[in-house]
C-alpha cells in the first residue's frame, strides 16, 4: 500500500481553475493505478479521474469530461487534478486514491477498487 496526502483544495468562483496534488510516499507508487473521487455532503463518493501507472491512458467521469485533467510524476510520486471552468456542483470532498493491481474493465470508476486513500480535500465553488 501507499500513503496519500491530497492538497491544493480551497474556495474558487464559478468558471475558475484550481490544481489538487497528491503526494504518495511508500513502495511501489510507479506500479500503482491512481485515481481522484469526490463527496458531497448527503452524496455517495462518487468517480471523478482517473489514470494507469504510466499515464497512457486516462479515463473520466461525464460531468468533468473537458473540464478536467488528471496528470502523474512518478519521478515525484505525485498525481495532480487540474479543474477548469468550476461549478457550483464540483463543491466537494476530494480523495485521491491507489489501487494496486490495476482495476480490471471499468472497476475502475468502483470505490472498491481502491485499496489506499487520502484524507480529503474540500473545495468549494462560489457563484
Known amino acids: 500500500q501507499v500513503q496519500l496526502v491530497e492538497s491544493g483544495g480551497g474556495s474558487v468562483q464559478a468558471g475558475g481553475s484550481l490544481r489538487l496534488s497528491c503526494a504518495a510516499s511508500g513502495r511501489n507508487f510507479n506500479s500503482h493505478f491512481m485515481g481522484w473521487f469526490r463527496q458531497s455532503p448527503g452524496k455517495e463518493r462518487e468517480f471523478v479521474a482517473a489514470?494507469?501507472?504510466?499515464?497512457?491512458?486516462?479515463y473520466y467521469a461525464d460531468s468533468v469530461k473537458g473540464r478536467f485533467t488528471i496528470s502523474r510524476d512518478n519521478a515525484a510520486k505525485t498525481v495532480r487534478l487540474q479543474m477548469s471552468a468550476m461549478k457550483s456542483e464540483d463543491t466537494a470532498v476530494y480523495y485521491c486514491?491507489?489501487?494496486?493491481?490495476?482495476?480490471?474493465?471499468?472497476?475502475?470508476?468502483?470505490?472498491?477498487?481502491?485499496?489506499?486513500w487520502g484524507q480529503g480535500t474540500q473545495v468549494t465553488v462560489t457563484s
Open positions: 489514470i494507469t501507472w504510466n499515464g497512457d491512458s486516462t
Open positions: 486514491a491507489a489501487a494496486y493491481p490495476p482495476p480490471y474493465g471499468n472497476r475502475y470508476s468502483s470505490r472498491l477498487a481502491y485499496d489506499s
